[in-house]
């Protein structure tokens, strides 16, 4: 059967599946599990990736102002004689949390994160040095060492460098190294623990799997999720681009007790919440979102109640997709939004979860604002480079550090300058050239320890042997 018979067959195939053209588009969505398939494959289309990306978190004035209300409604219970003591325990830590975030100065400040990202997926290994604008160090310390960060990095110049290598291990090894410098000497630190930390922040499409460390992004979250949870709605336009409605649901656990006793007589049956995800997939440029969307879902025997649209506090865009040279497609740039409710609207005793008008078919959508907003930019990206070179952690002259996968104190360098800048004598410091093997003190105390034991175990035979003897002559 030849080619264009074929695609004739297979045309009116997809014809006679629907006489309008909205059945034709509904019999022509595919699964999630294709979705998801073809992410994957855009993903591992980037066989080696390398990306200086640029990350700026700033907050909204209006958020303040919407702590600053919340502190005082969590003050009218505090000193409300009605309110019950744990009630009021509530209120207290809620002010006290309030407070802290008004009284920092740098919550209102935008923060900046410049790093670059390098990952093999051939042998699973992911490199992330990082660069902040922020520095919180001991007076008369810098950053080891202070290089700026531009297209041609080289091998090791940001304070912090993170090596990670991917195995099956639910407990992968993660190489760090953090340095800090005092007159001429650094000062660093290599690690194996798993890294877990705000600061450190992966790119869209770094990495795949949770096993990797915390940090990654919500994009590549998502394609992780099982697609038995999931379902294409319906296909829509968004921005001129054909797209698919990918939604994930999962049941939220609800505490007893939270519909009132007196709304639960007038509607017996079963109330639920879902926390739901919905994103728009361009099928035409590597199955990656568009748009993506995190929210709450209201449900009453398993029917959907409430506003009509999905209440989301979260929202990414991704302004600018690309085809990337020997790669696939890629998110270069876009903005992450964090929503809370408009203020002026819960002053005036709205509230997200009115059940009395979510059972009932009344409620209506809160008004959002937008709180934070996040954004991201790739300054620099390239595919299918030789990396097999960049995953070796190195130091520079002058350095002392303690490597806590192997256990090693260590030094790099002239052991003469350390102590001269340090003015240390060479007895009271513990580096020796090229380095002490503190794994190895560690067995020969363990030796010594054992020693110890054996001549204590052999003396007090011994003198058990000469009391049995002396009895023994007793006896007769």
């Known amino acids: 059967m030849g080619p264009s018979i074929s695609a004739t067959l297979i045309g009116l195939a997809i014809a006679a599946l629907g006489q309008g053209r909205q059945s ?3 019999a022509a969505l595919p699964e999630p599990g294709d979705i998801l398939a073809g992410f994957r494959a855009n993903y591992h289309a980037f066989g080696t990736l390398r990306v200086l990306w640029k990350r700026e978190t700033a907050s909204d004035p209006s958020w303040f102002d919407y702590l600053a209300w919340l502190r005082q409604e969590a003050k009218k219970v505090i000193d409300s004689p009605s309110a019950t003591a744990s009630e009021k325990a509530n209120a207290l830590a809620n002010s006290q949390s309030y407070q802290i975030s008004l009284e920092d100065p740098k919550a209102r400040e935008k923060k900046v994160l410049l790093s670059e990202f390098l990952t093999d997926r051939s042998n699973c290994q992911v490199r992330v040095f990082t660069q902040t604008t922020e520095e919180h160090l001991p007076a008369g310390y810098t950053f080891l060492p202070r290089v700026e960060a531009g297209p041609e990095t080289l091998p090791t110049i940001f304070k912090d460098c993170l090596v990670f290598n991917h195995g099956t291990s639910p407990q992968p090894e993660s190489r760090m190294w953090f340095g800090v410098q005092k007159g001429k000497i650094f000062k660093a630190e290599t690690t194996e623990r798993r890294i877990s930390h705000s600061r450190f922040y992966f790119p869209p499409l770094g990495i795949d799997t949770p096993e990797w ?5 919500d ?12 379902k294409v709605l319906r ?3 968004l921005d001129g681009h054909k797209v698919y409605l990918l939604e994930h649901t999962r049941d939220r656990e609800l505490a007893s007790g939270v519909i009132p006793r007196t709304l639960a007589t007038r509607y017996p049956g079963k109330f639920g919440m879902l926390d739901a995800t919905r994103v728009w997939i361009d099928p035409m ?4 979102p568009l748009r993506y969307e995190k929210g709450t879902v209201y449900t009453y025997e398993g029917n959907r109640v409430g506003p009509i649209k999905m209440d989301h506090y979260l929202a990414i865009t991704v302004t600018d997709l690309r085809q990337i040279v020997n790669g696939g497609w890629y998110p270069m740039e876009g903005k992450i939004e ?3 409710l408009d203020p002026e609207w819960t002053k005036k005793g709205y509230q997200l979860l009115d059940l009395e008008k979510i059972l009932g078919g009344t409620a209506k959508n809160a008004p959002l604002k937008v709180y934070s907003t996040i954004t991201w930019k790739a300054l620099k990206l390239t595919s299918g480079e030789d990396l097999s070179g960049s995953f070796k952690l190195e130091f520079p002259s002058n350095t002392q550090y303690f490597d806590g996968k192997t256990r090693t104190a260590r030094f790099v360098g002239n052991i003469q300058d350390y102590l001269d800048a340090s003015g240390t004598s060479p007895s009271d410091t513990q580096f020796r050239p090229p380095f002490i093997d503190s794994a190895a003190i560690s067995r020969g105390m363990w030796i010594l320890i ?17 009391h049995r003897r002396r009895k023994g002559v007793e006896d007769r």
């Open 24 to 26: 034709q588009e509904n």
């Open 213 to 217: 460390a915390d940090g990654w992004s």
């Open 219 to 230: 994009l590549d979250e998502f394609f992780a999720r099982p697609p038995a949870e999931m």
């Open 235 to 237: 296909q829509e336009v």
């Open 285 to 288: 440029r590597g199955f990656l």
């Open 338 to 340: 964090n929503f809370h």
């Open 450 to 466: 054992a020693a110890n034991l054996a001549v204590l175990v052999l003396a007090g035979m011994i003198v058990l042997g000469r």
